[in-house]
């Protein structure tokens, strides 16, 4: 089984409505299902639609990373600590989906959430906010001044900027902006599928040249418009899209589990149990067994040796 690290999963909402402070959600519900699927790495991400304030971002934080410790597994805080060979069980890394709850000194808060263990950050969810503009804001609002002080802290840090829910402006004002190449950790080709967060071809040609990744969402209506041609295998194609004109080194993986995921029959990739399916599609796509490996994790391993 080839192993997988998954750039983006939901685990806040995960654990949320199980959490009780003893024990842990993840080992309980999530790790055996990783195992089993071949995810080594994942993301954990603790999600913010827009509507949080900053007390509240701060306790979804505390919760993730109070459930990881319970878990046993590791959380990896460095990139120097990434090894080829995975660990027995899932190690996680902490990653932050929005930053609604940021008004005032944004460099402390970001600060903040690096010393909780986060590693990866997106400035908004779909939403606009003081910092940025996601997916569903004012088309012609992107960065906003208190957000490119935020870039610069994160470069500073070393915490990663995650572009999956930007809208067009606001990914070219982090790409113009950060110092180091972004990671769009949950998003396909718009070509193959037109949902609004999906990336045009310039955009995925401007984020690989730049160094960047691209991790590729399993969630339906992100695969294809027509729900016929919603599975692992079109979800392959996405990925052989962007290979063909960005480069097998931009691909990665960023299913984007959690708890939302509809019960769509033909999806064979709605949970982390059914990972290895993609592997299978990218087979069929013609991918040769090194470049798999790329995709599944080795072009993760390298970015965050090189950046986190
Ligand atoms: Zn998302």
Not at 81 to 92: N, R, S, W
Not at 169 to 191: C, G, Q, R
Request: hydrophobic content about 40%.
């Amino acid at each position: 089984m080839i192993p997988v690290f998954d750039l983006h999963a939901d685990l806040a909402e995960a654990i949320r409505p199980s959490f009780t402070g003893s024990g842990s959600v993840l080992k309980k519900d999530w790790m055996p299902l990783m195992k089993q699927g071949g995810i080594a790495w994942s993301a954990a991400a603790s999600f913010f639609d827009g509507s949080q304030n900053w007390e509240e971002m701060q306790e979804c934080v505390r919760m993730v990373r109070r459930d990881i410790e319970q878990s046993g597994a590791r959380l990896i805080l460095s990139g120097d600590e990434l090894k080829d060979e995975p660990d027995e069980e899932t190690a996680f890394l902490m990653t932050v989906e929005g930053m609604c709850g940021i008004h005032e000194n944004p460099e402390e808060k970001i600060e903040w959430l690096y010393e909780q263990g986060n590693r990866i950050g997106s400035l908004a969810w779909n939403d606009q906010n003081d910092l940025a503009t996601g997916a569903m804001g004012d088309p012609a609002r992107g960065l906003t001044e208190a957000g490119k002080r935020v870039i610069r802290k994160m470069n500073d840090l070393h915490m990663i900027i995650d572009v999956s829910h930007a809208n067009e402006k606001t990914f070219w004002d982090i790409l113009d902006e950060s110092t180091v190449p972004v990671i769009a950790t949950h998003s396909n080709a718009k070509k193959l599928c037109g949902v609004e967060r999906n990336l045009t071809n310039q955009q995925i040609r401007a984020l690989a040249q730049k160094g960047g990744l691209i991790g590729m969402n399993a969630c339906e209506m992100f695969i294809s418009d027509d729900p016929a041609k919603r599975s692992a295998a079109n979800l392959a194609a996405h990925a052989r899209w962007i290979a063909d004109i960005a480069g097998v080194q931009a691909v990665a993986c960023g299913f984007d589990f959690g708890v939302y995921y509809g019960a769509d029959e033909s999806h064979n990739l709605l949970s982390p149990e059914q990972t290895q399916n993609f592997i299978e599609g990218l087979r069929k796509e013609g991918f040769n067994e090194e470049e798999i490996k790329d995709i599944a994790y080795r072009n993760v391993l390298r970015f965050l040796r090189n950046y986190m």
